[in-house]
């Protein structure tokens, strides 16, 4: 998603730093709203579901769109050396 709003952020020209805020929360917490999904927020007590990058802002994360750091689904944290495993292995088609 984040290589889709730096697509974005070029194509319709969203290259300010309010604009790029927009565009990130479009692809994090308001998609969520747009798919009607309910309480599906950051909060206590939300189940957690999260992406954790390495960028000191939304501007670099954008600019960068560099794997994620942490991924947590449903409170777990998922293990990446599988999850890379598991797309490279010849089920996957991805060699």
Known sequence: MLEVAFLAS????MTTAVEMEILY???????AQAMGLRDFELKVGAPAHLVVLDAPNVLEALRDHAAPTHVISH????DGVKMRDMARSPEAGIE
């Open 10 to 13: 070029h194509l319709l020209w």
């Open 75 to 78: 409170g777990q944290m998922v």
């Open 25 to 31: 929360d479009m692809i994090t917490t308001r998609s």
